[in-house]
C-alpha cells in the first residue's frame, strides 16, 4: 500500500499502474470500470492532470485475508485530500492482491463512496445489521 500512496501523491500514473497486473480490473466509487493496466493508467494521468492534480491518499486498514500463499484481499477506508487528511475517510476500498514472483500487484480493485447518514439510519432501525468492525 505503502507504495500506491507514494505513487498517488507524486501524481505518477505510470507508477501507480505499474503496480497493478496487466490485466488488473479498477472500479471507482461512481461505478465506472476500467480493465487492464493501460487503462488504468490512461485515466489516472488525465485524473492527475486534471480534477486529482496536486491530491495526496490517505488509506487506512480494515483488515487483510491471506487466501493463499499468493493471493490476498486488502480493505482500507480512504479518502484523497489536498491540505490535511481526512478524519474520517469518505470510501471503502477493496483490493485482491496476487504476487506476481516477488512482487505484490493489484488484481482488483473496488472503491465505494461511504453512505454516513444512510448506515447511521440502518444502524438504528436495524441494530443487528451493525458490523463487528465498526
Known amino acids: 500500500m505503502s507504495a500506491l500512496t507514494r505513487a498517488w501523491?507524486?501524481?505518477?500514473?505510470?507508477?501507480?499502474g505499474a503496480l497493478f497486473?496487466?490485466?488488473?480490473t479498477y472500479t471507482t466509487w461512481v461505478g465506472t470500470v476500467y480493465a487492464g493496466r493501460a487503462d488504468i493508467v490512461n485515466s489516472h494521468?488525465?485524473?492527475f492532470d486534471g480534477p486529482l492534480a496536486g491530491t495526496r491518499l490517505e488509506d487506512r486498514?480494515?483488515?487483510l485475508r491471506v487466501l493463499t500463499d499468493d493471493v490476498a484481499?486488502?480493505?482500507t477506508r480512504g479518502d484523497t485530500y489536498d491540505?490535511?487528511?481526512?478524519?474520517s475517510p469518505s470510501k471503502v476500498q477493496s483490493y485482491t492482491m496476487v504476487r506476481e514472483g516477488d512482487t505484490w500487484r493489484v488484481a482488483a480493485f473496488h472503491n465505494t463512496q461511504r453512505g454516513k447518514v444512510m448506515e447511521r439510519i440502518q444502524f438504528l432501525w436495524y441494530p443487528?445489521?451493525?458490523p463487528a468492525a465498526e
Not at 491540505?83 to 478524519?87: A, N, Q, S, V
Open 45 to 47: 494521468r488525465a485524473l
Open 61 to 63: 486498514y480494515l483488515s
Open 73 to 75: 484481499v486488502l480493505l
Open 128 to 130: 443487528g445489521t451493525r
Open 9 to 16: 501523491d507524486a501524481n505518477d500514473a505510470e507508477a501507480y
Open 21 to 24: 497486473t496487466a490485466d488488473a
Open 83 to 87: 491540505d490535511e487528511p481526512p478524519e
